[in-house]
């Protein structure tokens, strides 16, 4: 049983040296992006780029707007060096509270070098909803796909 064992390891660790090889000669097993539709006209392929980052846990900046519960930050993406308007996915994280915010996939007025995002705190029973973001850490991580050419 041990020896049978053996083999089996050995073949995998062949099979995968084998694999390994293969894909170094295979010119093709370089990584591509593509976009297929988007808010404007598709450009070069070649020019497809995915840029993600996060707004912080500790430097967000976040403004009230409307009755107190309710924040928005904008967020910059000028270096991804995007020429037209990109997709962009958001997500909220935090330490704590932020699973009972509204808003947290929603992305507004997007351009080329940033959005906006409108968090409402509807669960909140008091104001301060700059306040309840910072002190929680929300921040929002994005993944943009667009154009750079």
Known sequence: MKIMITLLVILCVLTSSVDAKKKKKNKRAKFQTKILNG????SQPKCARVCSGTTGRRITHYRNYSDGRNVYVDVDMTQCGFVKIPNVVISVEGSSHHWMALGTSSVYGTTPTGFRVYLNN??????????????????????AVGFTC
């Open 122 to 143: 509807v669960n909140a029973n008091v104001s301060g909803g700059e306040l309840n973001a910072e002190k929680y850490k929300w921040n929002i991580d994005w993944v």
């Open 39 to 42: 808010e404007e006209e598709n």
